[in-house]
């Protein structure tokens, strides 16, 4: 497995509160993801990042902001959390040059709940 | 706009094949992958194919791409208890974007 790991794994919060999500990796790789999934829905984007400072919106990025001030660590952020929040949050990095470009390798996940 | 289909469920014998199938919309897809996810885990990547491919194997695993139909299978050969888990199928136009996921098919092997 590549070398990712998330913290917390699971997290239990209140709606209104603000939640931080790490994502931190050993590979070096450039880019790294946040989605989320919901049942019925699959794995949909968060936000990305493509190198130190630099990030970018994905499909459904309302709600939620990211940093990223080292390569090895992602941090998503629930600024106020909402129920609708509520999901399974994956991080996935990857080199978009060389052999198997692009290809990308997940987390294992944070459950969270928003109650 | 972009779109990857699989059907939901999908219930096998063990020892026999089983064949997951996924449509994507998307004409410029470059990269085409599957991923496989056990219960309570994360993605664990299977294999992957690029558009100028029509076939790739490895091990129990075959992929077929028709890009003319925008269609893409895996194949699992000699299926075990232990390939119980939902299949993603998912799409990417280059390297480093995002990849854009089909809703996933429920894998059921019976002994």
């Known amino acids: 497995d590549a070398g990712i790991t998330q913290s917390p794994r699971h997290k239990v919060t209140e709606t209104g509160t603000p939640v931080t999500l790490r994502c931190h990796q050993t590979e070096n790789h450039r880019y790294m993801y946040w989605y989320r999934q919901d049942p019925g829905h699959g794995l949909r984007l968060i936000h990305y990042s493509y190198g130190v400072k630099d990030t970018d919106k994905g499909e459904v990025s309302d709600g939620y902001s990211v940093s990223r001030s080292k390569t090895e660590d992602f941090l998503l952020t629930l600024e106020s959390a909402t129920s609708s929040q509520t999901s399974v949050y994956f991080c996935?990095?990857?080199?978009?040059?060389?052999?198997?470009?692009?290809?990308?390798?997940f987390g294992p996940g944070t459950r969270l709940l928003v109650l | 706009g972009e779109d990857v289909e699989q059907s939901l469920f999908l219930s096998v014998r063990e020892g026999d094949s089983s064949v997951i199938n996924c449509t994507y919309t998307d004409s410029s897809s470059t990269y085409l992958y599957w991923y496989k996810q056990e219960p309570g885990a994360g993605l664990q990547l299977l294999t992957y194919i690029f558009s100028n491919m029509d076939m790739k194997q490895d091990q129990r695993l075959t992929v077929l791409l028709n890009k003319k139909d925008k269609h893409l299978s895996l194949r699992i050969a000699d299926t075990q208890t232990g390939d119980s888990a939902i299949y993603f199928c998912?799409?990417?136009?280059?390297?480093?974007?995002?990849?854009?996921f089909g809703k996933g098919t429920t894998l059921s092997v019976s002994s």
């Open positions: 996935a990095i990857s080199e978009p040059s060389g052999l198997g470009a692009g290809t990308q390798y």
């Open positions: 998912a799409e990417s136009i280059r390297a480093g974007t995002a990849l854009i």
